[in-house]
């Protein structure tokens, strides 16, 4: 083909997924995109694919909502990856137990050492299986956090500050005395601060306020939901006033001054080991417009 034509076929309306469609690229949408409506990582184009695309077309591309893929969609995408980079947060996330001192236990390399349910049994031990890596969805989540900050009026005065809290694995528990197993792959902690000031110069009320306004973010534009009574979706820890509407508050598991958010209701089929990754080239996977040439 010319390269001109090639141009061409490429950059017109041409429908290339829709409702109904099963291909590996519209498993990296739905990945990618996860973050607008709330989505897992099947190859199939589903209702939630299409709600999701028509989101990402009215709030990051701003044209019409056709809830389709055509190559516009795909530029965006890949627009959507480079105006949000995640290498700094990825860095973040790495399990940090090589930095301790004193430690009986062997370390990781930044993601567990693939062992399950601490090597030990008994109901003192939590079952947590080291996944090898971090779940892609939630870096993409990240980015769409990133996003809304960025487009909407009441959030702009913030910012993602770090990534205090990821991959956390059983050396690290033991060591904390921690027996949680959501960080061993399946969760972000992340703090938000106000743009304007330095994290050290908030007091902890603010801290917690622009927290509560990602957390908004969460539920409002990626159905997260607090806690784990729902399924395949994106779930948050509590708060002091945000909680599930009906469920409650549990004041004994309060994140305040940081948004835990987590994949742990994804069905296990969306916890796949090809789903955890060990860099940020890998969370990002290959452009898309690569993906579908060829
Ligand atoms: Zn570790
Ligand atoms: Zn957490």
Redesign the pocket.
Known sequence: MHPVSMINYFSDNKILFQKGDKDEIIREINIRLAGFGGNVPTDEFTERTENMIKQFQRDYMKVEETGVVDMQVIEAIDKFQEEYPIETYFAQAK????TFTNLKEP???????NKTNNGKTGKNYASGIEYPGLHRTLFWVLRSIMFYIDSDERYQHLTVDIVSSG??????NNYHNRVSTNHMGKALDIHIIKKEKAKSEHTNDERIVCCDLVRDILTEKTNAEYRWFHSNGIALENSYTRYHPKKGRDNKSIASNWVHYDVRVFESKFLENQFFVKTEKDANGKYLKELVKN
């Open positions: 399990c940090k137990c090589s370390t990781c390399d930044g993601f567990g050492l991959y956390r694995c059983w050396t690290d």
